[in-house]
């Protein structure tokens, strides 16, 4: 299996504009989580989603963000509009079920100028 | 409340053994986490230890729990250069998807 693939790796973009990041899990797992990663804050748990369905958004910061997964092997993390405080490193992990080891992707370096 | 805590820092010289500390305050914390971020990569898996283990070795990881100080360890035989990286640690209570991470340690291996 590939892993956990996110796209972009890199995404540089003017405040206001929307940003799409994406997430495909690995095969046969059906837990799907968010994390955004920053100096200052560690790494936080944005979304968690359970066979497609999002079960826990608390750590999503403000409306602005929202996420989706439209089937089991795909999801989006936008951000609308985003501010140059949303700069941060934005991974997706997934792991087989919702209590055993989490696999994470490469993230994507999110820059807001 | 839940907290994990690591030192920021470790530097060793190659071939040396590191040891990586941890402390976490969940008692019902199941699984522990050892994960390794190399620059500008994701978080890989290393290793991870089930609540009722003292210890699991895996060529040259070494994981120690003490469960009564919920302290955790992840030691390195004969260091090398490649094991340069940032190494968080991870709780996760029984049955939940929340894994409460570490602020990670950043290992620096002289040559």
Redesign the interface.
Known sequence: DAG?I?SPRHEVTEMGQEVTLRCKPISGHN?L?WYRQTMMR??E?LI?F?NNVP??DSGMPEDRFSAKMPNASFSTLKIQPSEPRDSAVY?C?S?RT??T???????T?LTVV | GEDVEQSLFLSVREGDSSVINCTYTDSSS??L?W?KQEP??????LT?IFSNMDMKQDQRLTVLLNKKDKHLSLRIADTQTGDSAIY?CAE?A??????I????TRLKVLA
């Open positions: 956990v996110q837990s989580f560690g790494l748990l968690y359970n079960i826990d991974f992990a792991s919702v209590d080891e989490a696999f994470f992707g490469q993230g370096r | 199941t699984y986490y994960y500008g990569a994701g978080l890989q898996l991870y968080f996760q029984s049955g939940t998807y929340k894994y991470f570490g602020t990670g």
